[in-house]
């Protein structure tokens, strides 16, 4: 495929290409992804692999998480409706899931989550799929694996001890070292697992994968430091800035530093992982019919808003996040318009000619992946003017006037774990985004936030606290989404939690709870 420098809105319409012949679909999700960690989104950044992705396909610009944590999130991503909206829980166990579609449609699936342990039987994440592996039970039973999946930082230290040796043994074999030699985040799992799948299934398939090398600790292989770095700092400042955080010591400007570093490290690491996974669709002769989507399923803070990692807050540096598709048969561009997450599952489902599921949300984006080479103003450009929401572009097509809606629950303080399971578990917030504006609301506190992302990108300026007439007419156009938003979990959560209470509650197993404290989820 080539690309164009297109620039559409999401609300396009479009005829499918007569060219556009796909019997697969691989989903790729990378947990704690932000958008401006890859270099479709920033230039300055080293994701050689999704660049390629991003040159044959469609970029999504503005493209929304619908929660800042991965199991607020992905309910969206596989079922295509916001959290507690069913179970009452964070789980999908009464969701109709992606992969329950599909099924029933006679397309084999295959998921292979790289050990989340959100992301597991225990919230109904399996239904649907043919294969399916959270490679949570590969922490093993002794006493040192269990020590090591508690406490992955120290795989760092393994890793930095023993690569001189690695290296060298690598070298007087002529070895290519494409991988790194020790994995600590499970992605060797989940690729070998997703390999397997593709030359075992015959056509049509879904494959998704979820990779966990981005999400905190940080613990790239060195090579991929360096490669990120300008290799004379070298890998002892994983060693530092682990060590300073895990004392709970002042991260100062080196030390933030170092974990930016750290972090895009893991982004290139996953970016070589995602090359060899295409490979494998090369190799089983089904690439030229796959289309394959990357996203992220929430972002990660480097202190933008006081803190590290992804705590219950819904700033862009959390909720914004690539989304990239690369489809046989279409030309690519770059899409301005804001999208959800929970376009996902409808856009899948229409990719492989399923019918949607009634309950989902979301809505097919392969009219607009189908655009062609109809133009748009490109938001946020030095002589562009967005157009303002709901109102026609100059051809008459509708710009959407429906907000991504995200949510998170927070409870007395920010950094509460663990991380909320129910509605009553704190404050729910909720933020609605279009195009240009951000707004936040703490609806049960009745604290609100707005911020106009173009003129304040990192969010700094609160707009609701004495708004203009413009600020005015933005929160009056968001804050009935936003209220009718609450209306609904409260509605359906507070239901399906009695529900489930008198169900009883379902313990979760060692090995889980095991995962996810390493996940420093206690």
């Known amino acids: 495929m080539t690309s164009d420098s297109s620039t559409r809105t999401a609300a396009d319409p479009g005829t499918p290409s007569d060219d556009a012949a796909v019997s697969n679909v691989v989903l790729v999700t990378v947990d704690s992804l932000r958008a401006d960690a890859v270099s479709p989104y920033d230039p300055e950044r080293r ?72 992301l597991t039987d225990h919230w109904g994440y399996p239904d649907g799929f043919d294969e399916f592996e959270p490679f949570v039970t590969s922490v093993g039973s002794s006493v040192y694996s269990r020590y090591l999946a508690a406490h992955p930082t120290v795989e760092a230290w393994i890793q930095l001890a023993t690569s ?48 966990m090398d981005t999400h905190t600790p940080y613990v790239p292989a060195p090579r991929y430091i360096r490669e990120v770095s300008d290799g004379i700092v070298g890998t002892h400042q994983m060693l530092h800035a682990h060590a300073r955080t895990s004392l709970g010591l002042e991260v100062g400007e080196r030390t933030l530093r170092e974990l930016r570093t750290l972090y895009q490290a893991t982004v290139r690491q996953v970016d070589a992982s995602v090359g060899r996974l295409l490979d494998s669709l090369d190799d089983a002769g089904v690439a030229d019919d796959t289309a ?15 803190h590290l990692a992804h705590y219950p807050k819904l700033y862009d540096e959390l909720i914004h996040v690539p989304l990239v598709a690369d489809v046989p048969g279409l030309d690519g561009g770059r899409v301005d318009g804001h999208v959800g997450l929970d376009a996902i599952p409808p856009t899948v489902a229409d990719l492989l000619g399923v019918d949607p599921a009634p309950e989902w949300h979301g809505e097919s984006l392969v009219p607009t992946l189908s655009g062609g ?69 703490n609806v049960d506190a009745g604290e609100r936030e707005l911020y106009h ?32 938003h609450a209306e609904l979990l409260r509605e359906r959560g507070a239901a399906a939690e009695a529900a489930a209470a008198e169900r009883g509650e379902e313990e979760v197993d060692e090995d889980l709870e095991a995962r996810l404290e390493a996940l420093g989820y206690k």
Do not use: C
């Open 47 to 118: 994701s050689p692999v999704i660049d390629g992705l991003a040159d044959g396909g469609t970029v999504f610009d503005r493209a929304f998480a619908t929660g800042n944590w991965t199991p607020f999130s992905f309910p969206s991503i596989l079922a295509s409706e916001p959290v507690f909206t069913r179970s009452g829980d964070i789980g999908v166990d009464e969701s109709v899931t992606l992969a329950e579609v599909l099924s029933d449609a006679g397309i084999a699936t295959g998921g292979f989550n790289a050990a989340n342990g959100f």
């Open 164 to 211: 001189p040796v690695r290296r060298l043994g690598s070298k007087f074999r002529g070895d290519s070292d494409d991988r790194p030699f020790l994995d600590a985040s499970r992605m060797f799992d989940v690729e070998d697992a997703a390999t397997g799948f593709v030359d075992d299934t015959d056509e049509p398939f879904f494959l998704w994968v979820h990779y």
């Open 292 to 306: 394959v989507l990357l996203a992220g399923d929430h972002g990660e803070e480097f202190q933008e808003h006081g």
């Open 373 to 441: 080479d109809e133009t748009r103003s490109a938001a946020g450009g030095d002589d562009a003017q967005s157009e303002p929401s709901g109102e026609a572009d100059a051809d008459g097509t509708d710009v959407p006037d429906d907000p991504v809606v995200s949510v998170t629950v927070r409870g007395e303080e920010v950094t509460q774990q663990p991380i909320p399971r129910a509605l009553s578990d704190g404050d729910l917030f909720v933020s609605a985004r279009d195009d240009d504006w951000t707004y936040i609301e």
């Open 453 to 484: 992302r173009l003129s304040d990108p990192t969010q700094r300026e609160n707009l609701a606290v004495d708004p203009d007439e413009e600020a005015q007419a933005v929160i009056d156009r968001f804050a009935p989404v936003v209220d009718a």
